[in-house]
């Protein structure tokens, strides 16, 4: 038997977290009218009772870490100071799309503009100029450094303990300086490994059951198949023959090879919409939504509404991001701390909250803006096809470009390859947590995690629709944004003292 394989089978938080999420599995199998109900009832309270700490944490996020980036800490590498970055720049920027949002991009780059445009944010009156410029901005700010700065919480101090302190990637290793080695303490990072678990599994399961709505809703739109249970198990099936196929290549094979793939269809998909569609109206609208977006930043971190005792649409929409961004991050975080190696924390910070978010709001105000301009000035009625069926944006407003079919398939193809490096580099950060932080997880424990994964995507899916992954993120989230607050003040600590025997041993 292989020491990988070992660790698992003694592995408490490998057992406690899988048995959880099985447990969590054949429920919504079994009962999905209870599932679904229980749903509800714990995405209600959850987002009204905890709405205001998610907001807090998440501004807090981003003001530590560009500050962090602006300070003299920022020269510090992720690793020995002769380290070089183990990848390439443009390998590097997409394995962070890759594992980060690209299913949610794909997702939501048209659907929620297009939502907000028929229903605002602010009650403005809807399918008007104003509905949409406000409905651009907001997007905006979804998609921008906030969600992002989440991830880079979570890379950065896993990436600072994992190559500078050379101490494992697991989660409760960044909270060690706190938790030393007093009475219980054992059980502490046990238990924090365990939540980050399980988090993980549910973030990455919300991703991959959008995706598979997605995909579901496209093949419908374009080959006519059924948008029902058993396409989706066909798809989630597929799904998980592939995953497990690029799996057995490795991390420097299957999930590079295939992030490099994601970015280059990315980018010749968003070139295509961006010369056929409204150019001058798209570059216009990204401008504006930038401006909106800066301006805004900050009212839009904080809103609630006390006042009138509602805040359902921002329960239902920034609640929600941060909750299943924060649920993931265990996940993306660790993964692109691990291909950060040798990279300063300014370039990481840097890097991390600006490329993959103004690739974002490219994507939004191309595939947003185009779908905009379509039922401003074309007659179309997208946002009422996105009301009915959110699934549809997408393929919806590529029908009315040239030569939608082969670009339709593209989509496809482009949802279904994210699905799989998500899968893929998710089994592989689950097996790495699940293994004592074990550098290269055994298969066998890769494919538990995968399979189970893709039945928990399957089920909330099935069982509950989009309000089951929403509320499946909320719930897994709330614990763990505690441990990435505590983690922020934590790793800040170990950077100064770090910092001052770097400069010790230079004396």
Excluded at 77 to 86: A, I, N, Q, V
Excluded at 89 to 111: N, R
Excluded at 138 to 147: C, K, L, N, R, T
Excluded at 376 to 388: M, Q, R, S, W
Aim: hydrophobic share 50%.
């Amino acid at each position: 038997m292989k020491t990988g394989s070992k660790l698992a089978y003694n592995n408490s938080v490998f057992w406690i977290s899988s048995v959880v999420i099985t447990i969590v599995v054949l429920f919504g199998a079994i009962w999905p009218q209870r599932f679904a109900k229980g749903a509800s009832s714990a995405f209600n309270f959850t987002t009204y009772a905890f709405g205001w700490f998610y907001l807090l944490a998440v501004l807090f996020f981003v003001l530590f870490l560009l500050v962090l980036a602006v300070s003299k800490y920022g020269k510090m590498k992720l690793g020995p100071d002769e380290s070089k970055p183990d990848y390439p720049f443009f390998t590097w920027v997409g394995m962070l799309m890759s594992c980060g949002l690209g299913i949610g991009l794909v997702f939501w780059g048209i659907a929620e503009p297009m939502s907000h445009f028929y229903t605002s944010p602010f009650g403005a009156e809807p399918l008007t100029r104003q509905a949409a410029r406000t409905a651009m901005g907001y997007s905006f700010f979804h998609w921008g450094m906030s969600q992002w700065a989440i991830f880079t919480m979570v890379g950065l101090a896993v990436g600072f303990f994992q190559f500078r302190k050379k101490e494992n990637g697991l989660i409760s290793t960044t909270l060690k300086p706190l938790i030393k080695e007093r009475q219980g303490a054992g059980t502490i990072r046990k238990t924090i490994d365990t939540l980050a678990v399980i988090a993980t599994v549910v973030g990455v399961a919300t991703s991959l059951g959008l995706g598979i709505m997605q995909i579901n809703g496209g093949m419908s739109t374009v080959f006519g198949l059924g948008n029902n249970t058993t396409s989706h198990l066909w798809i989630v099936a597929i799904m998980l023959v592939c995953y497990l196929a690029s799996s057995m290549s490795g991390l420097d094979k299957g999930i590079k090879w295939l992030s490099n793939i994601n970015l280059t269809l990315v980018f010749v998909l968003m070139l295509y919409v961006f010369i056929t569609g409204p150019t001058v109206f798209i570059l216009n609208s990204f401008t504006q939504g930038l401006g909106d977006y800066i301006t805004h930043f900050i009212e839009y971190s904080l809103r609630l509404s006390p006042y009138t005792g509602g805040a359902v649409w921002v329960r239902e929409w920034t609640i929600f991001y941060w909750a299943w961004t924060i649920a993931w991050s265990p996940f993306v975080g660790a993964f692109i701390g691990r291909v950060s190696r040798g990279r300063t924390i300014r370039e990481f910070v840097t890097g991390v909250l600006i490329i993959p978010p103004l690739i974002s709001l490219l994507w939004v105000a191309v595939f947003g803006g185009t779908a905009l301009h379509m039922d401003l000035f074309g007659g179309t009625n997208i946002a009422e096809d996105v009301n009915k069926d959110v699934t549809s944006a997408l393929f919806s407003t590529l029908n009315e470009l040239p030569l939608s079919y082969p670009l339709s398939i593209l989509s496809i193809i482009l949802i279904f390859t994210f699905l799989v490096t998500s899968a893929d580099s998710a089994s592989y950060i689950l097996g790495s947590m699940t293994t004592n932080g074990l550098a290269t997880p055994p298969i066998i424990v890769r494919a538990v995690w995968g399979v189970l994964i893709s039945a928990i995507a399957a089920v909330l899916t099935i069982a509950s629709g989009l309000e089951g992954l929403q509320t499946a993120s909320l719930v897994a989230a709330l614990p763990f944004t505690i441990i990435l607050v505590v983690m922020g003040f934590t790793m800040f600590h170990q950077i100064r003292l770090e910092y001052r025997l770097t400069r010790q041993r230079r004396i």
